[in-house]
């Protein structure tokens, strides 16, 4: 059944006197108050308490942030300096290498020890000449945070310990057969000696032996009184 030019009118519902539509409101509002539209409605948008959260999480950021870049910086700072040769007023990177017992022995072990790295073989004439020296010293002053750490050169477990079994020498001793280490820390002669401060820095550099008067010139006067 058609229903050509028939129509319902369409009732179209009126607001209830007085209310204003959202945008009205804001206009009439700032009308009233008598202040820009523009300033008004930023206003609007960014209230105080929207303000100080949006400022809360920001720092919150900020606080994470400086936090992970401090442990970053914590990390890089504790991280083992490479091996080098020593050089004077600097610090000795870390090596670790196995001692007569099979145990691995690190020069950060002994931080915040006076600490005198002996590279040594049993074939040279001059450290074997040196042993009873640095034996004596040792003896004396182990108790002031001080100690020797004689490496082996070159050798085999068994060459070395029984040449310090022989001599009677009581410091540890640890061993570089493939003499990687000296090999890093640029040594060619021996004996060399390194002498590292309880702060970590090389203090003295010295190569062939050292007399009891040396090592009292030396060594002496970086040991804890």
């Known amino acids: 059944m058609a229903c050509a030019g028939f129509s319902i009118p369409l009732q179209r519902r009126k607001a209830p006197a007085g209310y204003l539509f959202p945008a009205r409101r804001i206009l009439f509002s700032d009308q009233i108050r008598g202040l820009p539209v523009a300033q008004r409605m930023l206003t609007h948008r960014t209230r105080p308490d929207s303000l100080r959260r949006t400022l809360g999480y920001a720092m919150i950021a900020a606080g994470a942030l400086l936090s992970l870049l401090i442990v970053v910086l914590l990390i890089l700072s504790t991280r083992s300096q490479p091996l080098a040769p020593p050089k004077v007023g600097a610090p000795l990177g870390d090596f670790t290498l196995q001692n007569l017992n099979g145990e691995n022995v690190s020069l950060k072990n002994y931080a915040g020890k006076t600490v005198l790295i002996n590279i040594w073989a049993s074939w040279c004439g001059p450290c074997r000449a040196e042993m009873p020296y640095l034996e004596e010293y040792y003896s004396a002053h182990r108790d002031q945070g001080f100690t020797i750490l004689a490496l082996n050169a070159g050798e085999s477990r068994d060459t070395a310990a029984a040449y310090i079994e022989e001599i009677g020498a009581t410091f ?54």
Do not use: C, F, M
């Open 172 to 225: 540890p001793v640890v061993l570089d057969p493939r003499k990687e280490v000296v090999s890093q820390l640029g040594v060619n002669n021996y004996p060399t000696s390194i002498l590292i401060g309880a702060d970590g820095v090389v203090k003295a550099v010295r190569i062939g032996l050292l007399t009891p008067e040396l090592l009292e010139r030396t060594v002496t006067p970086h040991l804890s009184r």
